[in-house]
T-cell receptor, first 113, second 112 residues
Framework: EAGVVQSPRYKIIEKKQPVAFWCNPI?????LYWYLQNLGQGPELLIR????????DSQLPKDRFSAERLKGVDSTLKIQPAELGDSAVYLC???????????FGPGTRLTVL | KQEVTQIPAALSVPEGENLVLNCSFT??????LQWFRQDPGKGLTSLLL?????REQTSGRLNASLDKSSGRSTLYIAASQPGDSATYLC???????????FGTGTRLKVLA
């Protein structure tokens, strides 16, 4: 069974440029999470989807971050415009709707110059 | 607000030692607690999940215990190996939500 797929794995951009990350969850997993992980820290939740509905986006900086999960499968996280402080690893995870265990993708490492 | 602390922050041991990694959390109203492993530059791999009603879970050389009332969980690694070198993160899930709060992790290095 394929795991959570994320792309790109690495992205380097200049500040004020837009950037997008893509995630494909494990087949059949209704719940999808986007996390941000700074160096030396644990992941912090940005947004959680149940199917195509964002049920928890309280930690998403909505002035520059946006996310979508059309058709309730794969998801895109966008930053526009990127700032230096956005440099981090962006992790995607998925789980069954009523399941407990989260499965993580490899992450996208973003560097903003 | 849930705060999660992991001690020690870093640990370096010779191969073969039995290890204890500690996780404490401030809000005991949790649904479950998950232990993860993260290798450098990689995502998180789930190791063990303990429900709030359980006291411990075991998988191979790993054993995780949970004392919900005191806000503590411990991950035991038996007979450590160099391949165990990684960062270990604990994450309690608050009761009634799907929100996990992660600790900052313990960076483990097992020397051959």
């Amino acid at each position: 069974e394929a795991g959570v797929v994320q792309s790109p794995r690495y992205k380097i951009i200049e500040k004020k440029q837009p950037v997008a990350f893509w995630c494909n969850p494990i087949s059949g997993h209704n719940t999808l999470y986007w996390y941000l992980q700074n160096l030396g820290q644990g992941p912090e939740l940005l947004i959680r989807y149940e199917n195509e509905e964002a049920v928890d986006d309280s930690q998403l900086p909505k002035d520059r971050f946006s996310a979508e999960r059309l058709k309730g499968v794969d998801s895109t996280l966008k930053i526009q415009p990127a700032e230096l402080g956005d440099s981090a690893v962006y992790l995607c995870a998925s789980s069954l709707l009523d399941g407990n265990e989260q499965f993580f993708g490899p992450g996208t490492r973003l560097t903003v110059l | 607000k849930q705060e999660v602390t992991q001690i020690p922050a870093a640990l370096s041991v010779p191969e073969g030692e039995n290890l204890v990694l500690n996780c404490s959390f401030t809000d005991s109203a949790i649904y479950n607690l998950q232990w993860f492993r993260q290798d450098p530059g990689k995502g998180l791999t789930s190791l063990l999940l303990i429900q709030s009603s359980q006291r411990e879970q075991t998988s191979g050389r790993l054993n995780a215990s949970l004392d919900k009332s005191s806000g503590r969980s411990t991950l035991y690694i038996a007979a450590s190996q160099p391949g165990d070198s990684a960062t270990y993160l604990c994450a309690p899930r608050h009761a009634g939500t799907y929100k996990y709060i992660f600790g900052t992790g313990t960076r483990l290095k097992v020397l051959a």
